[in-house]
């Protein structure tokens, strides 16, 4: 029986629990909160925005979208975004989705930090991006009724939320601080490492080998 929280099924398929057992195995409490957070805050947004969504690549669209911060999938030399991204195109070929329904997957979870564009793709790569703005960043909680929040909050809690996911987003970009560059995600290290030393786009400009 699928499971429903604030009016949204979390299907109950084979796709679905394996993704739900992937994730709970790989990431921490707050993670994984956070991820099934995502999916639900996403799934309510896209609802009231008339958006039509495949429930199944949400959801793994949510759940994966982290990924990238955990011990288990985390690399040494991309942005962690792309770490959840292979790995939810990996999981969705996997267990039968298409390559263009992986790669919408693949595109939610890589853009998941990049303002905007999401919004413009198809409803599977918004989704995850307005699960994660919600989630985050609290915007356009409006759309949420505060029964909705309430409901999905006490099935999935926020204990000093912020806090642990700024540490979690610190723990997993750390040891990989180039990869930040270009992103949002340079807020983070600067604001554990004062002696973090952010890439300048205009003096990278300025110092081309190019003569003019």
């Not at 595109?107 to 413009?120: C, Y």
């Amino acid at each position: 029986m699928a499971e429903n929280i604030a009016g949204i099924a979390v299907p109950d398929t084979r796709l679905v629990r394996e993704a739900t057992d992937l994730v709970r195995e790989a990431a921490d409490e707050t993670i994984f909160h956070h991820s099934r957070r995502v999916y639900l805050w996403g799934s309510l947004k896209a609802a009231a925005r008339g958006l039509e969504v495949d429930p199944e690549l949400a959801y793994v669209g949510g759940l994966f979208h982290d990924l990238g911060l955990t011990p288990a999938y985390a690399t040494k030399d991309r942005r962690f975004e792309l770490d959840g991204a292979e790995a939810a195109r990996a999981f969705l070929l996997d267990h039968g989705r298409t390559e263009r329904e992986a790669r919408d997957v693949w595109l939610a979870i890589a853009l998941h930090t990049t303002p905007e564009i999401p919004l413009r793709l198809a409803p599977e790569v918004a989704v995850v991006t307005l699960g994660v703005e919600t989630d985050v960043l609290g915007l356009d909680l409006a759309e949420i009724t505060d029964r909705q929040r309430a409901e999905v909050v006490a099935a999935h809690p926020r204990p000093d939320f912020k806090n642990r996911i700024l540490r979690a987003f610190h723990a997993g970009m750390a040891d990989r601080p180039d990869t930040t560059f270009g992103t949002m995600n340079d807020d983070v290290l600067a604001h554990f490492d004062p002696s973090f030393d952010r890439k300048d786009f205009v003096e990278i400009i300025r110092n081309s080998p190019w003569p003019e």
